[in-house]
């Protein structure tokens, strides 16, 4: 081939290089060994984008060959499996196994095989125990788990392709060689989105996660319900279908420009910020600047079934920022379109959306029952082009309210303090509902009488130092043990808890996080074969922790202290008073923050020795 036939040849190598085929391909049936059925899913073809020429009539390009089979079939791989023609226990997919070593098995202990994690689509083998059946079998079920990561392979057709080597470039020698390598790609364009119908999908269908975690208890389960199971809370990371499409969720991807196919994912909270390069002549031809893209799409409640399925995203708050930067809440929520205006020689858009807030409400069957939508519109002129805008989306779980903390993670001042118990040792901490109910101390009142006020108790606030006391007045014939008594229960409360939480956000699992209370009894030094405690006195140690620039509270000691004394004489009368008092002081014991600096420079010279002759 001469040289003058090369552009023609490169333009064809180009436009091969470029073109795309379109890729069917069965789903592999889910079969259920132990109840005898076998069940294919129906798959769509998608047309595939090609690039052509202008001009050019577009055809696919036929394939060479079939696809390379997997490496690792998870269907016949067991890695539980270790003695060869025998059953190994709670091995759920050794084929050695019979039902009769089925049914003295507690669970299975490999109930997920996957194949690598790297790819788009993968296919997971899950394993599980039939235990109603007589006699029990096992479960196999077969399901495609899809990686939500948007960095995946979405197939391997050139196995050289997976390892670091310099490519071959086309040229008029190797081309023959490399179109019989080559066997195309399918690449699908983002518009081009297919969805099943209401036939295709099943009634028990549900928003389902894409990530299930192979070491967890619950591994087996989480990917049972994927095949089709009911009774399934909605899975983290699926992608919120609409009506028409998915639901958009602009965000930035390789820069800080937005990209508007982004598509929000189910229980994922998120909170960006990107960039538009907008013309501030067609503000108004832009969708993504207008209130109407972002409120009217209508989420599905079940992904797949769009009869009486559709929820509406209410506007719930709009607000309107000014030139000057001051806000302005809109009574009604009208859909109010961007408009380009003139003020003289300076063009402005107004009603230009700044920030959007979606706020989701699923149902514990994982559907969407509610959605939100708060927005930000303000004018763009032309000296503040490119514009930046800000995206938040947050899923509420109905029927549940938020735990409140005292602080995040160091106390704050005011909040009540965080105790609870442990039951056992290597337990976990019970805490009760009532936050302001877990450390507690006498509730003073203008009467001062201890039985009034018995079970009214004031709440332990960090950073308040508090004392609080009552009169007791003990009949003549009680005897003292009851007076001991009687007196710990004012004094304690209904339960006086072990540990304090040393951080104002410290979960109860993390048994380390929390600071256990140093109960001491202080007797006085009069023998008397009777104490009688009349003072509770709590102090509490903190420390701050982190940088100084923004230092947390931290709890590092909680010390009881019970102060007794011998039991009162009677009065004149037929009763004795006692007062009982109750104390709480926090004691700051952080180091302080000394500056550092270098050392003085010293002097390390030596003069010779007749330095100062003739004078000395």
């Known amino acids: 081939m001469g040289p003058q036939g090369l552009p023609p040849l490169l333009l064809m190598l180009l436009d091969c290089w470029a073109s795309v085929s379109a890729q069917t391909g069965a789903t592999p049936p889910v079969t259920t060994?132990?109840?005898?059925?076998?069940?294919?899913?129906?798959?769509?073809?998608?047309p595939a984008l090609s690039l052509r020429p202008p001009g050019t009539p577009k055809a696919s390009v036929p394939s060479s060959g079939p696809r390379p089979t997997p490496v690792t079939d998870v269907a016949a791989l067991c890695v539980c499996d270790l003695t060869p023609a025998q059953c190994d226990v709670n091995c759920c997919c050794d084929p050695d196994c019979s039902s009769m070593d089925f049914s003295?098995?507690?669970?299975?202990?490999?109930?997920?095989?996957?194949?690598?994690?790297?790819?788009?689509?993968?296919?997971?083998?899950?394993?599980?125990?039939?235990?109603?059946?007589?006699?029990?079998?096992?479960?196999?079920?077969?399901?495609?788990?899809?990686?939500?990561?948007?960095?995946?392979?979405?197939?391997?057709?050139?196995?050289?392709?997976?390892?670091?080597?310099?490519?071959?470039?086309?040229?008029?020698?190797?081309?023959d060689k490399l179109m019989k390598k080559s066997d195309g790609f399918a690449l699908s364009s983002e518009s081009e989105i297919s969805f099943a119908t209401q036939s295709d999908i099943p009634a028990t269908a549900k928003y389902k996660n894409s990530l299930c975690f192979s070491t967890s208890k619950d591994a087996a389960e989480c990917l049972s319900h994927a095949a089709g199971d009911t009774e399934w809370i909605g899975w983290y990371g699926a992608r919120l279908q609409t009506s028409d499409s998915f639901l958009r969720f602009p965000s930035p991807l390789m820069s800080s420009l937005c990209t508007d196919d982004n598509p929000a994912?189910?229980?994922?909270?998120?909170?960006?910020?990107?960039?538009?390069?907008?013309?501030?002549e067609q503000c108004e031809e832009i969708e993504a600047l207008g209130m109407a893209y972002y409120s009217s799409p209508k989420i599905l409640r079940v992904p797949g079934l769009r009869t009486k399925a559709e929820i509406p995203i209410t506007v719930q708050s709009v607000l309107i920022q000014s030139l000057n930067k001051t806000l302005?809440?809109?009574?009604?929520?009208?859909?109010?379109?961007?408009?380009?205006?003139?003020?003289?020689?300076?063009?402005?858009?107004?009603?230009?959306?700044?920030?959007?807030?979606?706020?989701?409400?699923?149902?514990?069957a994982g559907e969407i029952a509610q959605a939100g939508l708060a927005l930000l519109l303000g004018p763009v002129s032309g000296p503040v082009v490119p514009l930046e805008q800000k995206f938040e989306i947050h899923f509420i779980q109905q029927n549940t309210k938020p735990v409140p903390l005292s602080g995040n993670p160091g106390y704050v001042v005011g909040l009540p303090l965080a105790a609870g118990f442990q039951p056992q040792k290597g337990s976990g901490i019970i805490q009760t509902t009532n936050r302001f109910g877990q450390l507690t101390i006498l509730r003073s009142t203008a009467e001062q009488d201890c039985l009034a006020v018995e079970g009214i108790r004031t709440p332990v606030l960090f950073g308040y130092d508090m004392q609080s006391g009552c009169k007791l007045r003990l009949p003549k014939a009680i005897t003292c043990q009851l007076a001991v008594q009687k007196v710990?229960?004012?004094?304690?409360?209904?339960g006086f808890p072990d540990y304090v939480a040393s951080f104002g956000n410290s979960q109860a699992q993390d048994v380390l996080d929390w600071v256990p209370v140093h109960f001491i009894t202080q007797a006085s030094h009069m023998k008397d074969s009777c104490?009688?405690?009349?003072?509770?006195?709590?102090?509490?140690?903190?420390?701050?922790?982190?940088?100084?620039?923004?230092?947390?509270?931290?709890?590092?000691?909680?010390?009881?202290?019970?102060?007794?004394?011998?039991?009162?004489?009677?009065?004149?009368?037929?009763?004795?008073?006692?007062?009982?008092?109750?104390?709480?002081?926090?004691v700051d014991a952080s180091a302080p923050a000394e500056a550092g600096f270098r050392a003085q420079p010293t002097i390390d010279a030596r003069l010779p020795f007749n330095f100062f002759f003739p004078f000395v």
């Open 33 to 46: 060994e132990g109840l005898n059925s076998t069940q294919a899913a129906r798959t769509t073809p998608r």
């Open 104 to 175: 003295v098995f507690s669970a299975c202990s490999v109930p997920i095989v996957m194949g690598d994690s790297q790819f788009c689509n993968q296919k997971a083998a899950i394993y599980s125990l039939n235990f109603t059946a007589n006699p029990p079998q096992r479960v196999f079920k077969l399901v495609n788990r899809i990686n939500p990561s948007i960095f995946c392979i979405h197939i391997t057709n050139y196995k050289p392709a997976l390892s670091f080597i310099n490519p071959e470039v086309p040229d008029e020698n190797n081309f």
């Open 265 to 280: 994912a189910f229980l994922v909270n998120q909170a960006v910020k990107c960039t538009r390069r907008i013309n501030l």
């Open 328 to 364: 302005t809440r809109l009574e009604d929520s009208l859909v109010l379109n961007q408009t380009l205006v003139e003020a003289g020689d300076v063009k402005i858009c107004t009603n230009v959306v700044l920030e959007v807030k979606y706020s989701l409400t699923y149902t514990e």
């Open 488 to 494: 710990k229960s004012l004094l304690k409360g209904q």
């Open 531 to 586: 104490q009688l405690p009349v003072a509770l006195v709590i102090e509490v140690k903190w420390t701050k922790y982190g940088s100084l620039l923004n230092p947390q509270a931290k709890i590092v000691n909680v010390t009881a202290s019970l102060l007794s004394s011998s039991f009162p004489e009677t009065n004149s009368g037929n009763e004795r008073t006692v007062l009982i008092s109750t104390a709480v002081a926090f």
